[in-house]
Structure formats: structure tokens, C-alpha cells
């Protein structure tokens, strides 16, 4: 083991929401109970006194900006903060940041560690060679299988360097009882006690579904006029005019009373105690899908589109039979298919669909545990320090 303690750099557009940032924090925690220190790098955001409460350090720096010259500087500045913190390993977690990173762990000889996040688009030479910072790091953390197979498959060099740690979620915050907080919600969401409910916790962007749902919704609706409430759970992260979309689409088909855009949530817990089902129609693969194991670890059954890490994350046919099932994955961007999902979901008898929570549950529980996921990338940190590996490529 290397020498304690360490002092870790990470570094991350913004701390708002998402994956990638919750997974920021998760590591910052872990090391500062270690005994390390974790300094964090971005334009800052709601999770800034979070990361503060648990032990962590936050600078702020225009680390979101794609402009190269502004990316030039925060490079100066990110190798100026290592020399001054002795900092020892720099961990990337976005594209426009990776490439600062890269730059300054370059110029001060300091390990360079990157996590594909999320299965970027390829379109031109040029954006391949943008996103290839992701594949520079002396490791490259994947957040799946999934991941790693499209890793190494667009970036051929970084084979083997490439490392799988799935994404960890923190089960503890699902151990809890929720009820009385899951019932506060149904009350400020509007709910009937009478209704079951669906949900979908995911911020509000096309490429997350949210209008293939409704369209498949207009279709329950038709079959099952009363009985169900979907709840769209999310920030639209700015994005006011796509959040528009969603609502007069809901309106034009008549949904108004089983449609409700809430906003951002930030007790996933409470809500997954509030649902009976949730649904994830994702139009684009997900690299991991946190909002499936979430759900999953929350023991509430689950139906996603059968793209990207999904056939690691939820258990469903024809790979797995109905008696292991912990959910459905259904094809991506098809209402009609989803309709059906969501009926068969709600005309389930009530013993069997705790049957598939529970299942779910265990699936989180063996596989995609929090702290497997920080102790596999501190073991990186130890390995990459022990070892003195800077290659920088």
C-alpha cells in the first residue's frame, strides 16, 4: 500500500446533479474517511456544502468551458493547485476538464486518472478526438462492461488501461424507514392515497425519454382510465424549452391529471418509497443507469429501455427467466411497447411485484454496492502511487 495519507484532485464541470457528480462525492467521502484529503475542482453548484460536510475541499474555476484558450488556462491553474496542495493523483470526470487535467498533470509529472461517464456521441473525426481525453488517463475507469467494450472500441490504445468499476450506489440510504417522508411527497405532489404510482427520476432532457412516456401514458390511459399517477421527477438543468414540451404535450393529450412534473427531488429515497413502479425510457444508451439500481435498491420494480449497461443493471427477459426477473426492458424510443410494460406492471398482483423488488434489491445489493465501487478506485489510487505510473498518453 502507498504511503498515507493521499490528496486526490478531482475535477468535474459542476456540482448540480447527476451521476457523475454524485459519484464525485461518493469517492470525496470515502477518502476523507480513510483518512486522505479530496479536493474537488469545478464551477460549484448545490452539492458544493454537501461535499464541504463530509471533509472535502472545493475550488471553484470556469472548469465547464469547451473555449480551448479558457481550457489553456484552467490547465495553468489546475497545475499551479497541484504544486501548491501537493496534490499526488488528478481524476477527470468530463471531457472539457479532462483536457485541462491532462495538460497539467503533464506539465507536473502527476498520475492522470479518467472515468467514462456516459457513452458520448461520435460524429466526425474532430469529436472523436475530443472525447478521446477520456481514453488518455494512465487508468481509465469504465462504469460498466458496457462502457469498457465502447472504450475499447473507439479508443483502441487505451485497451489496457481500461478498468470496470460500476457505478456504486449508497444502500444505507435505502435501509432507512421512508414511509412517513414518501407520504409528505404524495401530499405535496397531489397525490391520491388511492393511486399507484409511477415514476421517472431523471433530469429533464430529450434524450432521457420523457416524451416516449408520455406518448406511452396516453395509451395506458386509454386501457386504464383511473387508478395511476406518473410522476416526472427532475431538473430541467435549463433547459425550459424541451420542460415546455413535456408539459403541452401532456396537456394535448389530456394527461393533465396523471402527469406531474415536480422538479428536482432531492430525496430519491422518499420518492422510490412513494412509487410502485419506476420507468427509465432512456432513447440513448446509458453507461450505467444509477436510476434503475436506485430503484432496484429501493426494492420498487423497474422498466427500462434495452439499451447500453442495462442487461448488467436489471434483470429481465428473454436473458432471464420471469421467476428472476427484477424488471422489463423494453425497446428504446417505442411507446406502444412501453404501454404494455407499464399495463402489465400495474395489472401484476401486489405479491408478485414485492417479489420482483425484492429481488431487485439483492441484485443492488451483490453487485452494485457503494462501497465496492470507492474501495476498487482508491485500490486504483494506491496502485497508480505505489507504482509510479505517469505515462501520460
Known amino acids: 500500500m502507498t504511503a498515507r495519507p493521499m490528496t486526490i484532485l478531482q475535477v468535474v464541470p459542476q456540482l448540480e446533479t447527476g451521476g457523475a457528480e454524485r459519484t464525485t462525492l461518493d469517492v470525496a467521502a470515502a477518502l476523507v474517511a480513510d483518512g486522505d484529503r479530496a479536493i474537488v475542482v469545478s464551477e460549484g453548484g448545490r452539492m458544493v456544502p454537501e461535499l464541504e460536510a463530509l471533509g472535502g475541499e472545493h475550488i471553484t474555476m470556469p472548469v ?11 490547465a495553468a491553474r489546475l497545475a499551479d493547485l497541484m504544486e501548491r496542495e501537493d496534490v499526488d493523483i488528478i481524476h477527470a470526470r468530463s471531457r472539457a476538464p ?33 472525447n478521446s481525453v477520456m481514453a488518455r488517463g494512465d487508468v481509465v475507469i469504465a462504469n460498466s462492461e458496457y462502457t469498457a467494450a465502447l472504450v475499447a472500441e473507439r479508443h483502441p490504445f487505451a485497451r489496457d488501461r481500461i478498468v470496470t468499476i460500476h ?8 435501509d432507512q424507514p421512508a414511509e412517513d417522508r414518501a407520504e409528505a411527497l404524495r401530499r405535496k405532489w397531489g397525490i391520491d392515497k388511492r393511486d399507484r404510482v409511477l415514476i421517472n427520476l431523471a433530469r429533464l432532457t430529450p434524450w432521457k425519454g420523457q ?116 424488471g422489463w426492458r423494453v425497446p428504446a424510443g417505442e411507446p406502444g411497447p412501453l404501454a404494455d410494460a407499464i399495463m402489465e406492471a400495474l395489472v401484476t398482483a401486489g405479491e408478485t411485484r414485492l417479489q420482483i423488488g425484492a429481488r431487485g434489491r439483492q441484485h443492488a445489493v451483490t453487485h452494485f454496492s457503494l462501497v465496492s465501487m470507492t474501495q476498487k478506485t482508491l485500490a486504483v489510487y494506491d496502485d497508480l502511487l505505489e507504482n509510479a505510473q505517469t505515462g501520460l498518453y
Open 64 to 74: 465547464a468551458s469547451k473555449k480551448i484558450l479558457t481550457m489553456r488556462k484552467n
Open 98 to 130: 479532462a483536457w485541462s487535467a491532462l495538460w497539467a498533470a503533464s506539465w507536473t509529472y502527476r498520475p492522470f486518472v479518467t472515468t467514462y461517464h456516459g457513452a458520448y456521441n461520435e460524429g466526425s473525426w474532430l469529436k472523436n478526438r475530443y
Open 167 to 174: 457505478r456504486g450506489i449508497d444502500l444505507s440510504a435505502f
Open 211 to 326: 416524451l416516449v412516456l408520455v406518448e406511452a401514458l396516453a395509451e395506458v390511459a386509454a386501457r386504464l382510465k383511473t387508478g395511476w399517477v406518473c410522476v416526472l421527477a427532475g431538473d430541467d438543468q435549463g433547459r425550459t424549452d424541451y420542460r415546455l414540451e413535456v408539459q403541452d404535450r401532456v396537456r394535448a393529450l389530456g394527461l393533465e391529471k396523471r402527469v406531474k412534473i415536480v422538479g428536482h427531488c432531492d430525496d430519491v429515497p422518499a420518492a422510490l418509497a412513494a412509487a410502485d413502479l419506476a420507468v427509465q425510457p432512456s432513447i440513448e444508451p446509458e453507461a450505467f443507469g444509477r436510476a434503475a439500481v436506485e430503484a432496484q435498491a429501493a426494492g420498487v420494480p423497474v422498466i427500462v429501455s434495452d439499451l447500453g449497461a442495462v442487461r448488467e443493471t436489471v434483470l429481465a427477459p428473454p436473458e432471464y427467466g420471469r421467476d428472476v426477473r427484477t
